[in-house]
């Protein structure tokens, strides 16, 4: 029961979005997907963020997906020394340019 709770949840916000994406449009209104990235610090961090990526996989959740740490540079050059064993990243952020 819990899970169907929050897929449908889940439903809700992604409708919430985009309304919200299309009504900023139809105002001329910007809008960006910008994305997230979510970085472990440490193996423990890299369990709990193996147990999200699990989760969010498992309630259907289609954009968030590992990173490679060079494909991390791409995005942030100037952590180009930092080591992290585990990265994820999601398309579905955004921010509305006012």
Known sequence: ???????????????????????????????????????AANDQQAGQLNAILARAQANGVEDLRELAAA????????LEDVTCPQILWTTDSWKILI
């Open 1 to 39: 029961m819990r899970a169907s709770i929050i897929r449908l949840a889940r439903c809700r916000r992604v409708f919430a979005w985009r309304t919200l994406y299309r009504f900023c449009e139809d105002l001329g209104v910007g809008v960006r997907a910008c994305g997230k990235i979510i970085v």
């Open 71 to 78: 494909d991390l540079r791409a995005f942030k050059p100037e």
